[in-house]
């Protein structure tokens, strides 16, 4: 496996990424591949990974993950509608906590990236 093969495979998921939004950020994208990652995994106390703690996972902060999960989400802000990937709702046990998932078409991107980077493997 060459490395130019890895860097083209990465290059087209990012063009796929893309595809969603024209103005897409690396870190919106990167906030996107933490809850592909995290998004179904649990704590160690058995509770769904909150919005704070995917902050911490991605290395940014808890607002601006919240401003990209919206952006991710079903609307932004000023009615813009968002881009339907990832779903936010409150954490059952926490209210003031949010928790994420993502969609059936952040699943479907989800599984996209996953076949074009494969084919690079």
Known sequence: MSNDRLIRAFFEANRR?????KDITVATTATFLGAAIWG???TRAGEPLTLEELAVKVGMTPTTVSQHLRYLSHGYRSGRPG???????????????KIFTLTPKGRGLTA??????????
């Open 17 to 21: 990424m893309m595809s969603e939004s």
């Open 83 to 97: 881009l339907d990937l990832v779903l936010t709702s409150e954490n059952p046990d926490n209210r003031r906590r």
């Open 112 to 121: 996209n990236l996953g076949l074009i980077l494969r084919k690079a493997t």
């Open 40 to 42: 179904h995994h649990e």
